[in-house]
C-alpha cells in the first residue's frame, strides 16, 4: 500500500502533540475523575489519550449507550459492498485491557452540572471533575415535512451509522432495473459536508455493476452548492453519465415535503418518486448535551477554540459534531485531532501537564469509482472568532488515474490508522 500507514496516520494527526507522550505529572491528594460521554472518534480518543499520558494520576470513565461503535466514515464503502459491517463496526475491550478505562454501557439522560454528577438512565450517578461530552449528532426529523422517527423506517437516513446503515443497504440492494432513488440533501452545517455526494457516487457504483441502466439518481439539495462539487461532478460524468441529477434550490425551489407511503418528495419544480428514499435532515448536537444547557440558539455548543472547553462551563469540555467548531468541518478527523487538544488540557487542569498551544488538522476523502478518491483539508489553529483555517488544500480537476488511486489506497490507510488510534486496538 503507497497510502498511509497505521504510524503514518499517527505523526500526521499527533504531531501537534508529540511532545505530549510524557506529561510532568503533579500528584494531588486524591485520584481525579473524568467522565466521558460518547465512544466515537471524540469520545474515545480522549479517553485513550488521558489515560495513556496521564497513567494511574487520571481515573477515566467512558460512557456510551452501544457496547460497539459503528462508524459513519467509510459507511458509504458498506453501501456499495466494498466493506463489510463488521469491519466498520468497533469494541472498547482494548481501551479497558490496555488502557485501564472503565466502559459502562449505560445511557446517560441527564448532566447535572452543580453537583457534577452524570446521570444513566437507570439512576445511578457517576461524579467527574471534569466531564467531557462527544455525542455525536441528532437529525432534526421535523425539519423536512411529513418526516419523523416512523418514516426514517422507510426513507432511512443512515446518517447516524448502525441499523439505519444496514436498512438503507437493503433497500439499495433490493432495487431493479428502472426504479429511481431520491436523496435529499442537508442543509448546513451537518455532518461530513462531502457524504451525501459520496453516497450518491456509491449509490451509482451499485447500480452500473448491476447494470442497472435505466435507474437514476436524483439529488434535492437545500444548499446552492456543496463540498466539492467540481470534483464530483467531473467524476459523475465520467464514471456514471446520465445516472446522476443533482438540483439546488434554484432549480427545485423549495423541498415542500415528503410522503413515506408513496415514496415521493414534492417540491416547488415537481413531485419526485423513488423506490428508494434517502432523506437527511437538518441536525443539531446531541440531546445530553443540549438538555444540559451547553448548546447556544443554532443547536450546537460553543467552546473555547484554543481548549475545546466549553463557553458555558468551565469543568466541561465539547468536541467533534456536537460542537461548534469554526472553521474546522464536522468530520471523524477534526473530532480525532479536536480529542487530542481536549486531553491536553483535562490533564493540564488535573495533574499540572504542560499545555502547549493547540493545533488542529483535518482530511476528508471521497470515493468516487473504485480506486478514485478525492481529498480536501488543512490546517487549523485558534482564531480571534473560533477555531479558524490556516491553510487548506483539495483535488483538481482532471488529475491523473495513478494519483486518484493513491488517494483511495491513502484513505484506506487512514481508516486503520484512526480506528487504531481511536480505540487503541
Not at 510532568?24 to 466521558?36: E, T, W
Not at 450546537?300 to 474546522?328: Q, V
Amino acid at each position: 500500500m503507497t497510502g498511509l500507514s497505521r504510524r503514518q496516520f499517527g505523526l500526521l494527526a499527533g504531531a501537534a502533540i508529540a511532545t505530549l507522550a510524557a506529561p510532568s505529572i503533579v500528584r494531588a491528594s486524591g485520584v481525579p475523575k473524568v467522565v466521558v460521554l460518547g465512544g466515537g472518534p471524540g469520545g474515545a480518543t480522549t479517553a485513550r489519550y488521558i489515560a495513556k499520558d496521564a497513567r494511574d494520576a487520571v481515573d477515566v470513565t467512558l460512557i456510551d449507550a452501544n457496547p460497539r461503535y459503528t462508524t459513519c466514515f467509510f459507511s458509504n464503502l458498506y453501501l456499495a459492498g466494498m466493506r463489510s459491517f463488521e469491519s466498520i463496526t468497533h469494541g472498547y475491550d482494548a481501551l479497558e485491557a490496555n488502557y485501564g478505562i472503565s466502559f459502562v454501557n449505560a445511557r446517560a439522560a441527564a448532566v447535572e452540572r452543580d453537583a457534577k454528577e452524570v446521570v444513566l438512565a437507570d439512576g445511578s450517578r457517576v461524579p467527574y471533575d471534569r466531564l467531557v461530552i462527544a455525542p455525536g449528532i441528532d437529525v432534526i426529523h421535523e425539519s423536512v415535512p411529513g418526516y419523523s422517527r416512523q418514516a426514517e423506517e422507510i426513507m432511512p437516513h443512515a446518517w447516524k451509522a448502525g441499523p439505519q446503515t444496514q436498512l438503507l443497504k437493503q433497500r439499495l440492494d433490493a432495487l431493479e432495473d428502472g426504479q429511481q432513488i431520491v436523496m435529499v440533501a442537508p442543509p448546513n452545517p451537518y455532518r461530513c459536508p462531502p457524504g451525501p455526494y459520496e453516497r450518491a457516487s456509491m449509490f451509482a457504483h451499485v447500480l452500473k455493476a448491476r447494470g442497472h441502466t435505466r435507474s437514476r439518481i436524483i439529488i434535492l439539495d437545500y444548499k446552492p452548492k456543496f463540498s466539492k462539487q467540481a470534483l464530483f461532478a467531473e467524476g459523475w460524468e465520467e464514471f456514471y453519465p446520465g445516472m446522476i441529477e443533482w438540483y439546488g434550490p434554484d432549480v427545485h425551489g423549495g423541498i415542500l415535503g415528503v410522503d413515506p407511503e408513496a415514496g415521493t418528495v414534492e417540491t416547488d419544480f415537481d413531485t419526485f418518486t423513488g423506490a428508494l428514499v434517502n432523506v437527511i435532515p437538518a441536525q443539531k448536537a446531541g440531546i445530553i448535551a443540549r438538555e444540559a444547557g451547553l448548546a447556544d440558539d443554532s443547536g450546537f455548543c460553543p467552546i473555547d477554540a484554543a481548549s475545546m472547553r466549553s463557553a458555558l462551563d468551565d469543568n466541561i469540555f465539547i468536541l467533534g459534531d456536537a460542537s461548534i467548531a469554526g472553521a474546522m468541518p464536522k468530520s471523524a478527523f477534526s473530532a480525532n485531532s479536536q480529542a487530542k487538544v481536549a486531553a491536553m488540557n483535562v490533564r493540564g487542569d488535573l495533574v499540572g501537564s504542560k499545555i502547549f498551544p493547540a493545533r488542529f488538522t483535518n482530511t476528508c476523502w471521497s470515493l468516487i469509482e473504485t480506486d478514485n478518491a478525492v481529498k480536501v483539508g488543512g490546517q487549523y489553529a485558534p482564531g480571534a472568532d473560533g477555531i479558524a483555517s490556516t491553510s487548506t488544500f483539495i483535488s483538481q480537476i482532471h488529475e491523473p488515474a495513478d494519483l486518484r488511486k493513491t488517494n483511495a489506497e491513502e484513505a484506506v490507510g487512514w481508516y486503520q490508522g484512526i480506528t487504531a488510534d481511536i480505540f487503541g486496538a
